[in-house]
């Protein structure tokens, strides 16, 4: 066994403590990092919702709008969340998994917008003017309840 003079010893504890230090310090730059990318990806995604909407409005009606916006909402906030659903899963699985890492407010949105869009994905019919009024403001209000749960956080 090697050994060390007491001078020795002291610059070995030293450089230990040292070099866990910076492995602390590199390891919370990274999370930081991680979670800043995470709080700016979801404002441009939120933002493009209503936008999708009405160009979908304007091109394929407001059946196919609502469907596909709700579609993008729920792979977007998965996405934002990290969730990995299997691909048998279900719309409404999705939101219930989706509402269990976020908060109330947020979980209430989603889940008025699929009960609009459910009726109109598996009903085959024609979306009422009333539902694409009620899916705009409940999508508003999703956005704005995202806002305020990300500032809480």
């Avoid at 998994?97 to 019919?125: D, H, K, N, T, W």
Wanted: hydrophobic residues 40%; proline residues 3%; charged residues 25%.
């Amino acid at each position: 066994m090697i050994e060390l003079s007491p001078e020795a010893q002291f610059w070995v504890i030293i450089n230990v403590i040292l070099l866990a230090l910076i492995a602390t310090l590199t390891s919370n730059l990274i999370r930081r990092r991680r979670v800043g990318k995470l709080e700016k990806s979801l404002a441009p995604l939120s933002a493009s919702w209503i936008s999708t909407l009405d160009h979908l409005l304007r091109s394929r009606g407001p059946s196919e709008a609502i469907i596909v916006t709700f579609n993008k909402v729920l792979d977007d906030l998965k996405g934002y969340l990290g969730l990995s659903l299997s691909r048998g899963s279900t719309s409404r699985e999705a939101v219930l998994a989706i509402c269990s890492r976020l908060s109330e407010g947020v979980c209430q949105s989603l889940m008025r917008l699929y009960e609009i869009y459910e009726p109109v994905r598996f009903g085959g019919g024609s979306a009422r003017r009333e539902d694409l009024d009620e899916f705009r403001r409940t999508l508003i209000k999703l956005i704005s309840e995202i806002r305020l749960w990300r500032s809480r956080s």
